[in-house]
């Protein structure tokens, strides 16, 4: 449901067949359109009248699986312990962990007692893995096979086990210990001879990650592989969870819009851009800005330690935004490319030194081309000296701000920190700085004071 008016206008009109407890009509307006466009309708609606529509749906675990993680606790505070418990029991083991960690105290004294003890268990030790892990991402529904079923015993496993599973397209073969042995696909047990053993048609050489492994890294394993699911295991080899193409691919895709943000110098933000307050906005913004203020004052410096050059030579003033503007942007592109580089493994830190004379080839070359455009318009406004003193200056900003672009992502990598966080407005900062230096000093060794 993309177009906003039409939803808009499509919740507040179930919202009043709710308040008149027209149920059965407000059920039938919903009933053909998918979870994730139901899910975008209740986010439009009261809580308290989007749960009472919910907990009529018969495919409400899924509808509020769509719901973002501060309407989930929303609509939560809406629900009664017991329904509340039911919803709960019925939504996959990752999603009902991610959900219970967003609950307050209160809330989740309250749900845990209402739950089998078996999904209590699940939800705690789920819960207890560490933030941006695999342990945390993984879920527990996932099927599992012996290795000494014949194929016809595996099909009757599966039929059981196949409503309680993220998917059952590839099923993991285990020992008595949980001990992963092999994986095998649905296609190949539906091709296999019934009498066939399930250790003679799996595939003994499995990819999986530990439960400790990093989420990113473990969504790059899912790519790398295109996998359906990977499977996730202790430090002994058992395993204990899988985590599901999605939920892979949506890690990929938070990393990235982190990432992203972190090259605009914006903090990681969390939820969508247009129900964030103004005091989060304020704040995720307001440190990169004032750092970059006082980092800005270089070149202020720079300026004031070359007032009689600039006094003598007004002229100057005219190109210095132009030139120091083109190591700046010359510096973002080169970070970008780095970032990036180093975000997907295609780079490493042993990789810079090469890549550093690479750069500094490509840079002359780029600052070499502006530098022919520039001094024809500084012979046009000056003479031959200051075309020249401005060819000199652009080929050096040009060479600094790609080295510095370059240099720094590897840099911050090194010392622990996110690449990503040699963002546009740093590089921007610190070539400005270098660039105002860099060709006042030039300007200063050719002309007359």
């Known amino acids: 449901m993309n177009n906003k008016d039409f939803a808009e206008t499509f919740a507040a009109k179930l919202g009043r067949a709710i308040e008149q407890q027209q149920f059965e009509q407000a059920i039938n307006q919903v009933q053909d359109l ?51 418990a039911i919803l709960v029991g019925e939504m996959p083991a990752d999603e009902r962990t991610d959900l219970y960690k967003h609950l307050n105290q209160d809330q989740r004294d309250a749900l845990l007692p209402a739950l089998a003890q078996a999904k209590r268990e699940d939800i705690r ?56 042995l092999g994986v095998v696909s649905l296609r190949v047990l539906i091709l296999a001879s019934p ?24 969504a790059k394993v899912v790519a790398r592989y295109d996998l359906i699911a990977l499977p996730i295991t202790d430090d ?8 599901t193409h999605d939920d892979a691919m949506d890690v990929a895709s938070d ?11 914006v ?24 750092f970059l203020v006082f980092g800005n004052l270089l070149s202020g410096f720079s300026i004031a330690n070359f007032e009689e050059v600039i006094a003598a030579n007004l002229v100057l003033v005219f190109f210095l935004p132009l030139l120091v503007d083109s190591g700046g942007n010359a510096g973002s592109q080169s970070a970008t490319l780095m970032v990036r580089a180093l ?8 990789d810079w030194l090469s890549l550093l004379g690479r750069e500094a080839v490509v840079a002359l070359m780029l600052g070499a081309t502006m530098a022919v455009a520039i001094s024809i318009i500084g ?38 920190l996110d690449p990503a966080t040699a963002s546009a407005p740093l590089i921007t900062s610190v070539c400005d700085a270098s660039g105002v230096l860099i060709y006042l000093f030039i300007a200063s060794q050719f002309l007359s004071i």
């Open 195 to 218: 009498e066939q053993l399930i250790n003679d048609i799996m595939m003994s050489t499995v990819v999986s990650c530990n439960v400790n492994d990093d989420q990113e890294d473990v």
């Open 34 to 84: 998918r979870p994730i466009d139901i899910a975008d309708v209740l986010a439009l609606m009261e809580s308290k009248l989007a749960w009472q529509l919910l907990e009529r749906l018969s495919n409400r675990s899924t509808i509020f699986s769509y719901l973002e993680p501060d309407v989930q606790v929303a609509m939560a505070h809406e629900f009664p312990r017991d329904s509340m």
């Open 267 to 290: 903090t990681t933000m969390v939820g969508r851009l247009k129900d964030v307050s103004v005091r989060v906005l304020y704040r995720k913004r307001v440190f990169w800005l004032v």
């Open 379 to 416: 012979y046009v406004r000056g003479d031959a000296v200051v075309s020249l003193v401005l060819a000199l200056s652009m080929m050096s900003v040009v060479m600094i701000g790609c080295v510095i672009g370059m240099s720094l992502p590897f840099v911050l990598n090194k010392i622990g």
């Open 125 to 180: 030790r789920l819960s207890a893995y560490e933030e941006r892990t695999a342990g945390a991402l993984m879920t527990s529904d996932y099927a599992t096979l012996a290795a000494r079923m014949t194929v016809t015993e595996a099909l009757d496993a599966l039929r059981l086990e196949a409503p309680d599973a993220e998917t059952i397209y590839h099923t993991y073969v285990i020992d008595d210990e949980r001990k992963l």
């Open 343 to 350: 975000a997907t493994g295609d780079v490493v830190m042993r």
């Open 236 to 243: 002994s080899g058992a395993l204990v969870g899988i985590v």
């Open 255 to 265: 990393e990235a819009t982190d990432d992203f943000h972190k090259s605009g110098g």
